[in-house]
């Protein structure tokens, strides 16, 4: 009897301490009031059992309510009897972390511009409202994404899957634009690539969330054919294949991930694109259901069948589509596009469709990840604060010397972030906040392999990896160990769920696979991932999959070492990062680190 009511009271003290959103300490201060004065929710008290809110939706009834008076009374004389005194100062600064934490921080949330962006590239424009180029239908909305309180996801389109906004029976909807600006001719390739967020309980059937890209000949006027593809596939596998049980659950797991298209025009005469994103056969539950969509990203990609992948490293039988390119070094090339072979002196959001990398095919990682935000909170580089989202188009920027690709990044993040300082400790309480940075990197075009290298396997053996940054992504974001403290081994449950958060010298980081960075292509499990970003080494850094269906972590054929890389013919050696799988992006340097990145943020170059 003893034990049984000595774990009722556990039970329900547990309940109460966990649940309990309104009863915890303010985010502002001590005394019960926010910074602004207005006042936090009550504090948590010795003996509550339901947190207030949860308790107005129960409406007990009077006899209820005396009964559980009573319960409250006598949990408290008990809970009081068992714990110390500094368990219950313990109590008393309790704050939750999680979902059913404490009501967030209120901020205002400046204006933003509606709907997605378009980005366009090459001689692509759109048709009609540069400032609207999306036409809605259906159960779709546009506007602020999520709770702005918590996440900076900015604005976009939302389509509901759990809501039958215009009320005609189905939950269906579409977002689309005109393009124009084509080059006439017939099979030039472009790829659609959108940004898109499946919330944890977005779900059709029939796999119906797609992106459909229509043919048109005189200025958009005559419809020629279209083709249509299903991305919910993608969405089902990536909850399944890059789950991560150390992933903070905070925000939900959803996450921004690039879903894309390739297309061909299939006739010269063909000068309009419609592209559209949609869902039909919507089925998911009211609340967490949408599919939220910031961006569409149009450009012309090199012909694939231009490039048929070496079979042995030969000069050779190199493939028709690079006799067009200038050589940069290294694997990367310069597409003149029938213009001046010199190539220009940097790279930019401009230009980044015309850098491409030689991999397995020619791809280019740069776009759309050039560009980013200075989000509300943020610093700048003078340490201000940001009071209203600016988007900073040159957030990267690239050049070349004979050794090098130098990268000048601000290490700003080009997706959303939770908000930091996290004062309601709704992630782990982080203090910090995202600062501007002016990094330079120095990524070595011919990277050589350390004889001398160690890895970084366990905290006892972490000589392999320095703390701070270890590499970047193509977004000009760093990477860094998967430790984040020198006492602690992962730093995975600490992070928002873009995979990153804010150092104490406020420079935001990746431990662990960057999920929110933008992809050449979909990284959709159907083939081996795209390039992500480099290790100081100058070795790339790939997504997670090898081959159909197969993540690198669990390749027997070709298996990583314990440094996260293997190698093939076409990409040479490369790290793939692991999702749920220590060491996560890379587990030291395989090759040798170039010395120039350890001083690259005051500097110029030793060599
Ligand atoms: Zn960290
Ligand atoms: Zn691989």
């Known amino acids: 009897m003893l034990r049984l009511l000595f774990g009722m009271v556990a039970f329900v003290a547990g309940l109460a301490l966990i649940v309990s959103p309104a009863v ?16 936090g929710p009550p504090r948590f008290e010795l003996g509550q059992v ?31 009897k068992l714990l110390t005194d500094e368990q219950k100062k313990t109590v008393e600064n309790f704050r939750p972390r999680g979902p059913g934490g404490p009501e967030p921080r209120p901020i205002d949330v400046a204006p933003l511009p509606a709907a997605a962006r378009l980005n366009l590239h090459g001689s692509l424009k759109p048709v ?9 239908t259906g159960d779709t909305t546009e506007g602020l994404l999520g709770d702005a309180r918590l996440e900076h996801n900015g604005s976009g389109i939302r389509f509901l899957s759990g809501e039958d906004l215009n009320k005609d029976g189905v939950r269906a909807g579409s977002a689309t634009c005109g393009v124009t600006g084509l080059r006439v001719e017939k099979g030039r390739w472009y790829r659609v690539r959108v940004r898109g967020l499946a919330q944890d309980d ?8 797609f992106i459909k890209v229509e043919f048109f000949k005189d200025d958009g006027k005559n419809p020629l054919d279209f083709i249509k593809k299903s991305i919910y596939p993608q969405v089902e596998l990536e909850r399944k294949s890059l789950a991560d049980s150390g992933t903070n659950k905070s925000l939900g797991l959803a996450t921004w991930r690039t879903y894309s298209i390739n297309v061909r025009t299939p006739y010269a005469e063909v000068d309009t694109l419609k592209v559209s994103v949609g869902f039909g056969n919507g089925i998911g539950k009211a609340k967490g259901s949408e599919f939220w969509v910031s961006e569409v990203d149009i450009s012309p990609i090199p012909d694939p069948a231009d490039y048929i992948p070496p079979t042995k490293p030969s000069t050779d039988r190199n493939p028709p589509a ?5 050589k940069l070094g290294g694997r990367w090339y310069y597409d003149p596009r029938g213009g001046s072979k010199d190539p220009p002196k940097q790279f930019d959001h401009t230009n980044a469709d015309r850098l491409y990398y030689l991999s397995d095919r020619l791809e280019t990682p740069f776009v759309g990840n050039m560009s980013a935000w200075l989000r509300r909170g943020y610093l700048d580089r003078d340490g201000n604060t940001v009071e209203k989202d600016q988007f900073v188009p040159d957030a990267v920027v690239i050049s070349f010397t004979e050794k090098h690709l130098v990268m000048k990044s601000k290490n700003l993040p080009n997706h959303p972030t939770a908000v930091f300082p996290d004062r309601s400790r709704f992630l782990d ?3 910090n906040v995202i600062r501007e940075q002016r990094d330079t990197w120095y990524i070595p075009l011919e990277p050589k392999p350390n004889p001398t290298r160690a890895a970084a396997m366990t905290m006892e053996n972490k000589r392999g990896l320095p703390m701070g940054p270890i590499g970047v992504a193509v977004n000009g974001v760093v990477f860094f160990n998967p430790f984040d403290h020198i006492t602690e081994a992962d730093a995975v449950w600490r992070l928002d769920r873009c995979c990153g958060h804010p150092s104490p010298s406020s420079e935001y980081h990746y431990h662990k696979y960057p999920v929110c960075v933008n992809t050449p292509w979909a990284d959709d499990g159907s083939e081996h991932s795209p390039l992500i970003g480099f290790a100081f080494d100058g070795f790339p850094v790939y997504g997670p999959y090898e081959s159909k269906g197969l993540l690198a972590k669990d390749s027997k054929d070709n298996p990583l070492n314990e440094y996260n890389l293997h190698e093939d013919d076409a990409r040479g050696p490369h ?3 692991t999702p749920g799988k220590f060491p996560h992006i890379i587990g030291g340097y395989w090759g040798e680190m170039d010395p120039n990145n350890r ?8 060599k």
């Not at 009077?62 to 009081?80: F, G, H, N, S, Y």
């Not at 001083?599 to 030793?606: L, R, V």
């Open 322 to 326: 690079l006799k067009s390119l200038v």
């Open 429 to 431: 309480g982080n203090p």
């Open 202 to 209: 977005f779900a059709v059937e029939k796999d119906d969330l």
């Open 599 to 606: 001083s690259a943020k005051k500097g110029p170059p030793k």
């Open 50 to 80: 339901f947190p207030p809110p949860l308790l107005a939706e129960l409406k007990l009834t009077p006899e209820q309510e005396k009964e559980l008076d009573a319960i409250r009374k006598d949990l408290k004389t008990k809970l009081d």
């Open 128 to 136: 009609g409202d540069e400032k609207a180029p999306f036409v809605l």
């Open 575 to 577: 790290y793939h990062v």
């Open 24 to 39: 915890s300490q303010p985010p502002g201060g001590k005394d019960g009031k926010g910074k602004d004065g207005k006042g």
